[in-house]
């Protein structure tokens, strides 16, 4: 995998994991927060997405949607 490629997905994964972190959110949380929005998933599979720091850009729009972030800064 090239580094740039490792670089965006930690990036992600850090916008992500430091969104829930501010909002006090927990992985267990998310499941059903997304579950309200229509989005079904298991903790564990929501675990490893954020974890890997690779899932769609869907998905992340729908976390960022569940827990009520209307806005994202990417610096």
């Not at 929005?37 to 079904?40: D, E, F, K, R």
């Given at each position: 995998m090239p580094v740039a490629e490792k670089e965006w997905e930690d990036k992600v994964k850090g916008m992500l994991?430091?969104?829930l972190k501010r909002?006090?959110?927990t992985y267990?949380?998310?499941?059903?927060k997304l579950a309200d929005?229509?989005?079904?998933d298991s903790e564990p599979n929501i675990r490893n997405k954020?974890?890997?720091g690779k899932f769609t850009a869907v998905?992340?729009?729908q976390?960022?949607?569940a827990i009520g972030s209307?806005?994202?800064r990417l610096d």
């Open positions: 994991k430091a969104e909002r006090g959110v267990a949380e998310l499941v059903g929005i229509g989005v079904m954020i974890s890997r998905f992340f729009v976390c960022l949607e209307p806005t994202l």
